[in-house]
C-alpha cells in the first residue's frame, strides 16, 4: 500500500514512523525547501509520553527536556515578578519541555530513512492520482494531511478553512534572538493589553515571541513584519530592540491561534491527523503523536480496508481530542485579556498569595492539563 503524508511535522514524522514499522514504506510531502529549524518549547504530556516510550525515544526527550528553573512576568508599568520554575509548573513531573526543532529532530532520527519530497505541495487529488506544484502526477492509495493548522489537504478534501477554524484573533511571531536578557533557562513574559511578548533561553538557544489580539482574523500575507511594527510602536521595556531582532531575520514563524474542530476526519482514502484535524493550543502537540499513533496502527491492522481504519481512528481519540480542547480553549482566555488593569491584579495577587497557595494553584492547573493528556488509554497494537 503506498501511502503519502503530507507534511513532515511532528504529526506527519510520527505518523511516518509507525507506518514503517507497521511494514509500510510512506512517502513525505513537504511545501518547505528543507526541515525547518526554530519554533517554540512545546509540550509532551501523557498519552504522548507512552508513545514516545513505545517508539524508543523517550530518554532522547527527557535529555532535551528545557528545564526551566524561574519565570518572570513584567507587567506594563514596568514592575518585575519572579516565580520559581516548580510553582509555575515547568519542573511538573512527567511532563517534558522540549523544542521543536528538537523534537522533530529526535523523531526523525528514530524514522531512519524513508522518501521526503521537500519544497513541493499537492494541488489536486483525483481517486489514486495525486497532482504536486512541481512533480508529475503520482499514485497512491492513501493521502493522509498532516499538514498543519491550514491543511492543503483539509482544503482540497473538505472545503475551505472558514468551515473549520475557530478564531481568536491572537497572531504570533517567533524568531531568534541573541540573549539580550542574560537569561539562563528561564523566560521572561511581557503583558500588556491585547499583547504578550515572551522570550527564553536554555543551551545558548534564544527565542522570542511577540503576540497580539486583534479585531481580524487574518494578516495580510505581503506585511506580516510591517503589521507586528505597527502594532508594537510606541511600547516601552525591550520592545523596540525585539522588533530590531525581527526586522533583521529572513525566517520569521508568523501565525494565528485558532482551532480546527471537525465532525469527521477522513473522507474517501484521505484522512487527516494532527493540527490538521483537531488544533489545540497548549495540549497539540501530545495530541498528533496519540493521533499519528493511532491512525497508522489501525491503517496496519485493518487489512486494507482503509475505511475500517479511518472509522477506528476517530472513535478511539474523539473524545480525547475534545477534552484537549475544551481545555486549551479555556486557557487562551487570558492571553485574549485586553484589560491590563486586570492582567496586573492577577500577576500581583500571585506574587502576593503565599508560596503553597500559589503551589495548590499550580497543582490545580497541572491536574487539570494532566487529566486531559491522559484521557485515553492506549491499545498495546501489534
Known amino acids: 500500500m503506498k501511502i503519502l503524508i503530507s507534511g513532515a511535522g511532528i504529526a506527519g514524522l510520527t505518523l511516518a514512523y509507525w507506518l514503517k514499522r507497521c511494514g509500510f514504506m510512506p512517502t513525505l510531502i513537504e511545501k518547505h525547501p528543507c526541515s525547518r529549524k526554530g519554533g517554540y518549547k512545546v509540550d509532551v504530556r501523557g498519552a504522548a509520553l507512552e508513545v514516545a516510550k513505545r517508539m524508543g525515544i523517550y530518554q532522547a526527550l527527557i535529555e532535551a527536556n528545557v528545564n526551566l528553573n524561574h519565570s518572570q512576568f513584567v507587567t506594563s508599568d514596568l514592575k518585575v515578578f519572579k516565580f520559581e520554575g516548580d510553582i509555575l509548573g515547568h519542573c511538573s513531573e512527567g511532563d517534558v519541555e522540549i523544542n521543536r526543532w528538537d523534537l522533530s529532530q529526535i523523531i526523525s532520527q528514530a524514522l531512519g530513512d524513508v522518501e521526503i519530497i521537500y519544497n513541493d505541495s499537492i494541488t489536486k487529488l483525483d481517486e489514486k492520482v495525486v497532482h504536486f506544484e512541481k ?167 485493518s487489512g486494507g480496508n482503509h475505511a475500517l481504519a479511518f472509522a477506528r481512528y476517530e472513535k478511539v481519540i474523539r473524545k480525547f481530542v475534545e477534552k484537549g480542547q475544551n481545555l486549551s480553549q479555556s486557557n487562551l482566555q487570558f492571553l485574549a485579556n485586553e484589560n491590563s488593569w486586570l492582567i496586573k491584579c492577577q500577576i500581583k495577587l500571585m506574587k502576593m498569595l503565599p508560596g503553597k497557595s500559589i503551589r495548590l494553584l499550580s497543582k490545580w492547573g497541572r491536574w487539570q492539563m494532566k487529566k486531559a493528556a491522559n484521557a485515553i488509554s492506549l491499545e498495546d497494537y501489534p
Open 135 to 301: 512533480m508529475a502526477p503520482r499514485e497512491f492509495d492513501l493521502v493522509i494531511g498532516a499538514d498543519g493548522i491550514h491543511s492543503k489537504v483539509r482544503n482540497l478534501t473538505f472545503g475551505e478553512d472558514s468551515k473549520f477554524l475557530r478564531k481568536y484573533g491572537i497572531h504570533f511571531c517567533i524568531f531568534p534572538i541573541t540573549n539580550i536578557f542574560e537569561l539562563v533557562r528561564s523566560e521572561i513574559v511581557y503583558f500588556d493589553k491585547g499583547t504578550l511578548v515572551s522570550a527564553y533561553a536554555v543551551d545558548g538557544h534564544s527565542l522570542a515571541c511577540l503576540a497580539f489580539k486583534s479585531e481580524g482574523d487574518n494578516l495580510p500575507q505581503d506585511n506580516k513584519k510591517g503589521i507586528f511594527e505597527e502594532r508594537f510602536k510606541n511600547m516601552e521595556w525591550e520592545i523596540p530592540r525585539l522588533i530590531t531582532a525581527m526586522k533583521a531575520h529572513d525566517d520569521c514563524y508568523f501565525d494565528s491561534i485558532a482551532q480546527v474542530r471537525m465532525s469527521n476526519w477522513s473522507k474517501g482514502r484521505v484522512a487527516l491527523v494532527g493540527d490538521a484535524a483537531y488544533a489545540a493550543t497548549g495540549i497539540g502537540t501530545s495530541l498528533a503523536m496519540v493521533g499519528a499513533y493511532v491512525l497508522a496502527s489501525e491503517i496496519a491492522r
